[in-house]
């Protein structure tokens, strides 16, 4: 009874073994090539209230979010804060970008709004400059057509965007446009950086 048992278990792990479209296998075929990257996404400021001192740190309303008390904050002070939110960008081996977004998460706090909005500042920088067309492409849609034209950012990662007649006719032979990218900085690591765009230029 043994060897039986036995020589059904060999068969059905040779059945396993032989069969190509197994969910355990790693054919080539199946295989995808992932870029995955944590890159800043945004910045804001937003004004808050010192709630409980506790310790060396306060709490802050409306969100009794617990942060380091650097600026000697006195409870009831108005303060604001400087707030990121990163994002977790996934691109496949075509270019096509996955995002997901964090949670607002507090940075930094100043005594006055002039201070956190000349933070913000350098943190957020709009620039103009060249970048490279990938196409401009035509789709019908309920009887309408409809334009677009996809760019490569500094960052390596495409955009698309809709475009009307005039400039799709514009475009169509470019291989370069110049827009506006909003250029976000890491705050722990200002060098390293992200563009989102923003327009066109012309």
């Not at 945004?42 to 709490?59: F, K, P």
């Amino acid at each position: 009874m043994w060897v039986c048992a036995a020589l059904l278990m060999l068969l059905v792990l040779s059945a396993c073994s032989s069969d190509e479209n197994s969910v355990f296998g790693t054919g080539s075929d199946t295989e995808t090539t992932l870029h995955t990257a944590r890159v800043p996404w945004d910045y804001r400021v937003t004004e808050a209230t010192v709630g409980d001192l506790i310790g060396s740190d306060m709490t802050i309303t409306p969100d009794n979010e617990l942060l380091p008390n650097d600026g000697n904050y006195a409870t009831g002070d108005k303060i604001w804060v400087l707030q990121f939110m990163d994002a977790e960008l996934t691109t496949d081996e075509n270019q096509k970008n996955e995002i997901r977004l964090s949670s607002w998460s507090s940075i930094k706090t100043f005594a006055d709004e002039a201070s956190a909005k000349k933070s913000l500042e350098e943190l957020k920088v709009s620039v103009t400059t060249d970048v490279k067309l990938v196409g401009v492409y035509k789709t019908e849609y309920q009887g309408k057509t409809r334009n677009f034209a996809v760019i490569e950012l500094p960052t390596g990662n495409r955009v698309k965007q809709p475009i009307n007649d005039e400039r799709y006719k514009a475009m169509e032979k470019e291989k370069n446009v110049s827009v506006v990218l909003e250029e976000l900085h890491d705050f722990a690591d200002y060098d390293s950086t992200y563009a989102k765009f923003r327009g066109w230029a012309k």
